[in-house]
């Protein structure tokens, strides 16, 4: 029989563990894991960039995310989660995070493609793959000594719903699924708020809830900013200078 959960304070985050396990093959990788909910992130750098930015000595950044096909309780069908709009919205979600925070321009032409693989879904898959992609690209950026110059920043996500008239930071998913609300907050190692989502479910919200989640959000990234440099070889605060 398994354990039962350990009930955790609104304010307080998953255990969160980032390993290096998988993804031998990629440039960089890391298998995220908040809660039950597990992403493989991996970072492919290539010499060639996108036509429209061809002959600029500019480099890019993309993303792709899906769930393989047993993450969730219902088997899910591979071209379905790779050509579904979720999907295609959450890897839109991702490449944005990232670049927010690279310089392309550091990269010469060349492109990252960051791959995000649901490897088990328990909610939070989204704000998962971003905290993971960060560390597989740092960790591919490194092969090619660019990842001082091209990550002057760090990211972090985390979602935060409303549950009743109680906050509760990083749902899983029997607490998503009955939310009133809720958000995914990406904020950078400095505190700069990156994006915003927002979503009422049963019924509209004040104001000021969306902006005591966005406080709970901001501090809980900070943590997380800490933990993505300390397992990626340096002090806590290195990405919060």
Wanted: glycine share 8%.
């Amino acid at each position: 029989m398994p354990e039962p959960r350990k009930r955790r304070a609104h304010n307080e985050i998953r255990p969160v563990r980032f390993s290096f396990e998988l993804g031998k093959h990629a440039d960089g990788a890391c298998v995220a894991r908040f809660g039950e909910t597990t992403v493989l992130c991996t970072a492919r750098i290539e010499k060639r960039v996108p036509r429209h930015i061809r002959g600029t000595g500019s480099g890019w950044l993309t993303a792709e995310y899906a769930m393989l096909p047993n993450a969730t309780n219902s088997r899910i069908g591979r071209m379905k989660s790779i050509d579904g709009g979720r999907s295609k919205e959450i890897s839109r979600l991702i490449g944005r995070a990232l670049r927010a925070i690279c310089s392309l321009g550091a990269l010469g032409e060349r492109q990252v493609l960051i791959d995000c693989d649901v490897l088990h879904a328990d909610g939070g898959t989204r704000t998962t793959a971003i905290n993971g992609s960060f560390i597989a690209l740092y960790r591919a950026l490194q092969t090619i000594d660019r990842a001082e110059a091209a990550l002057p920043d760090s990211v972090a996500a985390i979602s935060c719903a409303l549950l009743g008239k109680q906050f509760r930071l990083d749902p899983d998913y029997s607490e998503d699924s009955t939310a009133d609300a809720d958000t995914n907050f990406v904020f950078s190692g400095r505190g700069g708020l990156i994006e915003a989502q927002a979503t009422a479910e049963s019924h509209p919200i004040a104001p000021d809830c969306l902006t005591d989640m966005m406080h709970l959000a901001g501090n809980a990234c900070a943590e997380i900013t800490k933990q993505q440099a300390l397992v990626l070889g340096f002090d806590a605060e290195h990405f919060m200078d």
